[in-house]
């Protein structure tokens, strides 16, 4: 992969990962999450692991919905 990119996603990665662990908000705390996941899906790419990469870019949006929902109930 090419550096920059490397690098970028690496940020990215990091950034998620950062703010998934100072946000309080629940709502907050699942975008920064799947920030995460952008920034890791890309090296699971590059390490030739497509099969993984199509199977997280399915289960993720779907485990945030139903959790979103649990959120929901909760907050209700």
């Known amino acids: ?8 996603f690496g940020l990215i990665a990091l950034a998620g990962a950062v703010s998934a662990a100072l946000i309080r908000d629940s709502y907050g705390k699942l975008i920064s999450l799947g920030i995460l996941v952008g920034g890791i899906v890309p090296f699971v790419v590059d390490r030739g692991y497509l099969d993984v990469a199509i199977a997280v870019s399915l289960i993720a949006p779907i485990a ?3 959790v979103l929902m649990a959120v929901r109930r909760d907050e209700a």
Do not use: D, S
Request: glycine share 0%; no cysteine; charged share 10%.
């Open 1 to 8: 992969m090419i550096l920059a990119l490397e690098v970028t």
């Open 64 to 66: 945030t919905i139903f």
